[in-house]
């Protein structure tokens, strides 16, 4: 599998480190639910074929934070996003699923 980072174009999987789900959360530590919330955040995945959203580090690279949209099925990329755009709220396809 090769990676179009939006930096440094496209490159082997081997410069990536894959960093998980891109859609969960972190639980709130002030909520009395806490324990059972970051154990569910932490251990309970559910893995759907199709495209998910994933989190990719570009550790031989540019270091960039991604978020790529995959189909784990048949590992095509469907897009690939600067992790900050999507934080910031600025990736046309976070603006898609809201
Ligand atoms: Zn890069």
């Known amino acids: 599998m090769r990676i179009a980072c939006p930096y440094c174009g ?12 891109a859609t969960v959360r972190r639980p709130d530590t002030s909520n009395p ?5 970051f154990v569910s955040y932490v251990y309970e995945r559910t ?8 989190l990719w580090y570009h550790a ?3 270091h960039a934070w ?17 992790a900050k755009d999507v934080a910031l709220g600025a990736s046309p396809a976070m603006k ?3």
């Not at 490159?11 to 480190?17: G, T, V």
């Not at 893995?47 to 994933?54: L, M």
């Not at 991604?66 to 600067?82: F, G, K, Q, W, Y």
């Open 33 to 37: 639910t806490a324990i059972a919330d």
């Open 96 to 98: 898609d699923t809201a």
């Open 60 to 62: 031989a690279g540019c």
């Open 10 to 21: 496209e490159r082997s999987l081997d410069e990536y480190l894959y960093s998980g789900d």
């Open 66 to 82: 991604l978020v790529l949209t995959r189909d784990v099925s048949t590992h095509a990329i469907a897009s690939i996003e600067p």
């Open 47 to 54: 893995n759907p074929p199709g495209q998910h959203r994933e």
